[in-house]
T-cell receptor, first 115, second 113 residues
Framework: EAGVTQFPSHSVIEKGQTVTLRCDPISGHDNLYWYRRVMGKEIKFLLHFVKESKQDESGMPNNRFLAERTGGTYSTLKVQPAELEDSGVYFC?????????????FGSGTRLTVV | GENVEQHPSTLSVQEGDSAVIKCTYSDSASNYFPWYKQELGKGPQLIIDIRSNVGEKKDQRIAVTLNKTAKHFSLHITETQPEDSAVYFCAARVSSGYSTLTFGKGTMLLVSP
C-alpha cells in the first residue's frame, strides 16, 4: 500500500509569507495527525483529524496556523503569516481506528525554513 | 497531560556493542509505548511497541522493557550495526478513545564501524 505522502519536502519562505503544506494519508485511515519537530526537541503534537472533523487541535500554536481535511481525505496545513519560530519539520501521520495497530505511519515530513 | 522524558540525547557506540535508551512517562493511564526510528531525510518509522500488559518484548536484535510501577521503559539494541545509526524516539499514549502519542526528545545513536 502507498504510504503517507507529504509535499513539498522542503520550503524556504520569508517571514510574513504564506505556506501551505499537504498530507495524503494512507487510504482508509480515518485518523490524520500533524506534528512538528523543532531542531533538537521533541516531536510535538499539533492536531488530530478523525475523518474531516478536528478531534483535537490543542497543540496548534496560534491562529496563524489553519488545518483542513477536505472530505476526510488529504489534509492541508497553512501558516499565514509565517514567523521565524515556525521553522521546523512538519510531520503528518495516519492510523486506523479500532484496529489492533495503535501505531502511526508517518510521512517523510516537510522541512520549513522561515528566513 | 502526558510528559515523556528520554535519555540520553546522544549515544555513540562501537559496532557490535549494545545500546540502551531510556524513557520515563508521567501519565499512569498510558498503556501503549512505541519506539520510532528516524533516518536522515525520512519520517519516523515504528520499530517496536509494547503494551502495558507485558513487561518485555523482543524482535531479533531489538527489545523493549516496561516497568509500569516506575513508569519507565527502555529500548535495547544488541550487536549494533552502522545501519542502526539514526534518531530514536520513544512515545506514550492511552490506547483508547482518541488520545494521541506524546514523544520524547529523541536520541541520536551513532554506531561506529
Amino acid at each position: 500500500e502507498a504510504g503517507v505522502t507529504q509535499f513539498p519536502s522542503h520550503s524556504v519562505i520569508e517571514k510574513g509569507q504564506t505556506v501551505t503544506l499537504r498530507c495524503d494519508p494512507i487510504s482508509g485511515h480515518d485518523n490524520l495527525y500533524w506534528y512538528r519537530r523543532v531542531m533538537g526537541k521533541e516531536i510535538k503534537f499539533l492536531l488530530h483529524f478523525v475523518k474531516e472533523s478536528k478531534q483535537d487541535e490543542s497543540g496548534m500554536p496560534n491562529n496563524r496556523f489553519l488545518a483542513e481535511r477536505t472530505g476526510g481525505t488529504y489534509s492541508t496545513l497553512k501558516v499565514q503569516p509565517a514567523e521565524l519560530e515556525d521553522s521546523g519539520v512538519y510531520f503528518c501521520a495516519s492510523s486506523q481506528t479500532g484496529g489492533p495497530n495503535y501505531g502511526y505511519t508517518f510521512g517523510s515530513g516537510t522541512r520549513l525554513t522561515v528566513v | 497531560g502526558e510528559n515523556v522524558e528520554q535519555h540520553p540525547s546522544t549515544l555513540s557506540v562501537q559496532e557490535g556493542d549494545s545500546a540502551v535508551i531510556k524513557c520515563t512517562y508521567s501519565d499512569s493511564a498510558s498503556n501503549y509505548f512505541p519506539w520510532y526510528k528516524q533516518e536522515l531525510g525520512k519520517g519516523p518509522q515504528l520499530i517496536i511497541d509494547i503494551r502495558s500488559n507485558v513487561g518485555e518484548k523482543k524482535d531479533q536484535r531489538i527489545a523493549v522493557t516496561l516497568n509500569k510501577t516506575a513508569k519507565h521503559f527502555s529500548l535495547h539494541i544488541t550487536e549494533t550495526q552502522p545501519e542502526d545509526s539514526a534518531v530514536y524516539f520513544c512515545a506514550a499514549r492511552v490506547s483508547s478513545g482518541y488520545s494521541t502519542l506524546t514523544f520524547g526528545k529523541g536520541t541520536m545513536l551513532l554506531v561506529s564501524p
